[in-house]
């Protein structure tokens, strides 16, 4: 299993305003995520973080709104940059353990960065 | 894009009672995940199921994945208020693809 944490737990920001999101995993992972959600609802993929290597986004996110960085196998960040009210949610990092063969992987999830822009 | 609709979005009922959630897809999938989200926490992993007809238990939640693998569901005998959460299910292809989810809330 992994034990993940994320730093702010919550955060009021300004219009504008750009947020990093930390996230520390408590052992070396290949595969990290990062997701948005709104309260209540399903979760969507942002990005892989990819380490030592340009994130992977998928289609509706941007690398100039969610920069992402991976420096080491425990770590990562997702800033959100020039923030508007449509931001507000909830972003979730995740790690993955992968077993190779298939129904064996688990997705292990922070506790989520509650972000609400004014 | 493989869609994965979950049924009903919303449920509310009294302690004690049965219900069922369902999850299914446009196409067939390789493997299913169904998680449990609690507010204020990340989703938790509750169960993988991997073979067409495979039936897994988890103390009172009974997971089933259909014959042909497009579609499973999740059962919950005498449901609890702990049950209360966020219901997903979610395949993992190359990346992840999460369901629309089910929220329960079970009255005392």
């Known amino acids: 299993s992994a034990v993940i944490s994320q730093k702010p737990s919550r955060d009021i920001c300004q219009r504008g305003t750009s947020l990093t999101i930390q996230c520390q995993v408590d052992?070396?992972?290949?595969?990290m995520f990062w997701y948005r959600q709104q309260p209540g609802q399903s979760l969507t993929l942002i990005a892989t973080a990819n380490q030592g290597s340009e994130a992977t986004y998928e289609s509706g996110f941007v690398i100039d709104k969610f920069p992402i960085s991976r420096p080491n196998l425990t770590f990562s960040t997702l800033t959100v940059s020039n923030m508007s009210p449509e931001d507000s949610s909830i972003y979730l990092c995740?790690?993955?353990?992968?077993?190779?063969?298939?129904?064996?992987?688990?997705?292990?999830f922070g506790p989520g960065t509650r972000l609400t822009v004014l | 894009t493989q869609l994965l609709e979950q049924s009903p979005q919303f449920l509310s009922i009294q302690e004690g009672e049965n219900l069922t959630v369902y999850c299914n897809s446009s196409s067939v999938f390789s493997s299913l995940q169904w998680y449990r989200q609690e507010p204020g926490e990340g989703p938790v992993l509750l169960v993988t199921v991997v073979t067409g007809g495979e039936v897994k238990k988890l103390k009172r939640l009974t997971f089933q994945f259909g014959d042909a693998r497009k579609d499973s569901s999740l059962h919950i005998t005498a449901a609890q208020p702990g049950d209360t959460g966020l219901y997903l299910c979610a395949e993992r292809t190359y990346k992840y693809i999460f369901g629309t989810g089910t929220r329960l809330k079970v009255l005392a």
């Open positions: 995740s790690v993955e353990d992968r077993r190779g063969s298939v129904g064996t992987d688990t997705q292990y």
């Open positions: 052992s070396q992972v290949t595969m």
